[in-house]
């Protein structure tokens, strides 16, 4: 039900928009990604058109709202269609409200609310083009159902509410709204944490690493850090999966939110990797 269909997934370029990219282009879907680094999404890239699937790629700060709609109109004008919006692109900088200021709390504005809506109202109107529906996945947080500790819990508390806003505007047209809340997954969102804590949890897993912020976290490390706590941390591959199973459901059945935890998600949720 979803070959030959288009998607458009951001924040692709590691983590849970990497493994939704995948899974999709899998079930013959054709991908377009975007996210920040070129050289990660040419890979990605790679990895899809080998395994016999179609993917477009574009690397820009998402951010820039007039690129971001640009890209999905593209989308539409390059496959005639839009079915798919996956809004995955989100960032966590951490730190306590009172200890922050309002750059970084712009900036996660920007990037988990803003970049959202940009990207749905340019989705809706190529949906709309085409006559047949789609449906726009938001990838929000846990931390939106349960006791937040910082700004980024309240942007996808924010993340819900347009989720239902949308749902209510969209009622009358067949576009579906999904909103999907992981728990606490090994991912690259790890990257914006301080040294020292990513060090110590890659010593403790047997990992030698010197860590920057900002870096990409090292596959091995992520792998690891499922193995060992995987009672305690989703994989990206247990969101994507979450991902197929709302756009698999029959037109008759939405699938209007999604909140998935591993087993012991209190041991763990007061850390995104």
């Known amino acids: 039900m979803l070959t030959n269909k288009t998607a458009v997934i951001t924040g692709a370029s590691s983590g849970i928009g990497r493994s939704v990219a995948l899974r999709l282009a899998r079930e013959g879907i054709h991908v377009f990604i975007t996210g920040r680094s070129k050289e990660a999404l040419e890979q990605l890239k ?7 699937g179609k993917a477009s790629a574009s690397a820009f700060d998402i951010r820039n709202t007039v690129v971001l709609q640009h890209f999905i109109q593209e989308a539409h004008a390059q496959t005639g269609r839009l079915d798919i919006l996956i809004n995955n692109a989100g960032l966590h900088l951490h730190g306590r409200i009172v200890d922050t200021g309002p750059d970084s709390w712009r900036e996660m504005i920007d990037v988990n609310i803003i970049a959202l809506l940009a990207g749905t109202q340019a989705a809706v109107q190529s ?7 789609g449906h726009i996945v938001n990838i929000s947080s846990g931390n939106a159902k349960e006791p937040g500790s910082d700004f980024y819990s309240a942007t ?32 690259n969102f790890g990257r914006t944490l301080e040294p020292a804590r990513v060090e110590q949890l890659a010593q403790v897993l047997g990992i030698e690493l010197k860590f920057t912020p900002g870096d990409h976290l090292p596959e091995s490390l992520l792998q690891r850090l499922h193995e060992a706590m995987g009672q305690t941390f989703l994989s990206s591959e247990d969101i994507s999966d979450a991902v197929l199973y709302a756009l698999k459901q029959p037109l008759n059945i939405v699938v209007r939110e999604l909140y998935v935890t591993a087993p012991n998600v209190y041991l763990g949720n007061d850390v995104s990797f």
Not at 127 to 133: F, K, Y
Not at 166 to 187: D, F, N, Q
């Open 127 to 133: 949906m709309r083009l085409h006559g047949e529906g």
């Open 46 to 52: 790679h990895q899809i058109e080998a395994e016999g």
């Open 156 to 187: 996808k508390h924010m993340v819900n509410a347009l989720g239902q806003a949308l749902t209510k505007e969209l009622a009358s047209e067949p576009i579906r709204i999904t909103t999907i809340m992981p728990g606490a997954v090994a991912t």
